[in-house]
């Protein structure tokens, strides 16, 4: 029988620390994942059991969601400013935050926030690079 597993990703620039767990709140594996596709892709694919995921947005997140949203059940992104006020506690680390995120997930209390296609995020960062490019490169009459 296929038991659904949660599982929460604490996200940074070269490491994703990543807590699974069952419907009962069991952990079933806790890790840390280097942040290379191969790498996420590799440990994605050897999940014998279906699984529904989150991590928090950030600057790395983009790619890492579309790494493994092919993978899972279901894979949110967790609206950063929201995700501070539920784990804004004395005790903190990557592995309690991943916890924590499995848990959200889990109970069906994740602030989850919208992620475009990424085509449009494409889209998006031309007109950021165009912008930047225009008020860095214009000429200054003063």
């Given at each position: 029988m296929n038991t659904?597993?949660?599982?929460?990703f604490d996200v940074h620039k070269k490491t994703i620390s990543f807590c699974v767990k069952t419907a009962a709140g069991e952990i079933v594996e806790e890790?840390?994942?280097l942040a290379q596709r191969a790498v996420l892709r590799q440990w994605a694919s050897a999940r014998r059991q279906p699984w529904r995921g989150a991590l928090e947005a950030t600057l790395f997140s983009?790619?890492?969601y579309d790494t493994l949203k092919p993978y899972g059940e279901q894979l949110e992104m967790a609206h950063p400013a929201k995700m501070k006020a539920i784990s804004a506690?004395?005790?903190k680390s990557d592995t309690l935050d991943a916890r924590t995120i499995a848990d959200l997930v889990r109970c069906d209390l994740l602030p989850a926030c919208y992620v475009a296609a990424p085509r449009i995020r494409r889209v998006?960062?031309?007109f950021d690079f165009a912008d930047t490019n225009k008020t860095?490169?214009?000429?200054s009459f003063a």
């Open positions: 659904l597993h949660y599982i929460g890790g840390s994942l983009s790619w890492i506690g004395k005790k998006a960062q031309a860095e490169g214009a000429p």
